[in-house]
């Protein structure tokens, strides 16, 4: 993918470190943490006591043990069209169904097959053996055209996947979530584009 700008988010319970490349998938903090052109303050260096107690483990008391933190990684090319997660478990990929569909279609254009052969090999190099493929719309419509329609087209990337595949050990869940799990307002054009989307997300097994 071209022009791609990428995000590092650790767990809200560590950190907010956050670079922004454009919308993100699930959250939009594109904030800075201090107000631009804010300088920190001078101050004195603090003196620490090392014999201070308080410093000190109760007797018997023993540290936590130690954690492996969940570091995600976001990759969204400059329009937007296509997106990849990692995570430290699994790896997603969220293609709009512009570029995979006609409107109100479950059938595949020109393009769509390059962009799913991609997403083929990266389970190919992960050696992935079970892959979710889910179907998502907007709210336009009734909520049952859409659960149709989003299932249509999941079971459709599901067919080209499996045919690049070729691999029997390959285990599929396809699922259409219709309206459910938005990712961005409905109330505008450019969310509802952003809400209509296929994803394909598997475990990761390559660090």
Do not use: C, W
């Not at 809200?12 to 454009?22: K, R």
């Not at 254009?109 to 889910?134: H, L």
């Not at 599929?172 to 109330?187: A, K, L, T």
């Amino acid at each position: 993918m071209n022009n791609v700008r990428t995000m590092t988010r650790l767990p809200l319970a560590v950190a907010a470190v956050t670079f922004v490349f454009g919308t993100a998938a699930r959250a939009d903090d594109t904030s800075p943490s201090e107000p631009p052109g804010t300088e920190p303050s001078a101050t004195a260096p603090v003196k620490v006591d090392p014999t201070d107690p308080d410093l000190k483990l109760p007797e018997g008391a023993t540290l936590a043990e130690a954690k492996v933190l969940d570091i995600k990684s976001v990759v969204e090319d400059q329009s937007g069209d296509e997106r990849r997660e990692d995570t430290n478990a699994d790896v997603t990929f969220a293609l709009q169904a512009e570029v995979l569909f006609g409107k109100d279609s479950a059938k595949l254009g020109g393009e769509a097959k390059a962009r799913i052969a991609t997403i083929a090999d990266e389970i190919k190099k992960q050696n992935a053996t079970r892959v979710r493929v889910f179907g998502f719309t907007d709210n336009l419509g009734s909520s049952a055209h859409g659960d149709v329609l989003s299932r249509q087209r999941a079971n459709a990337v599901q067919a080209v996947l499996d045919q690049d595949l070729n691999d029997p050990n390959v285990a599929f869940e396809v699922r259409g979530y219709g309206e459910q799990y938005p990712i961005s307002d409905n109330s505008t054009e450019a969310g509802r584009k952003k809400n209509r989307r296929v994803e394909v997300s598997f475990p990761r097994t390559e660090n």
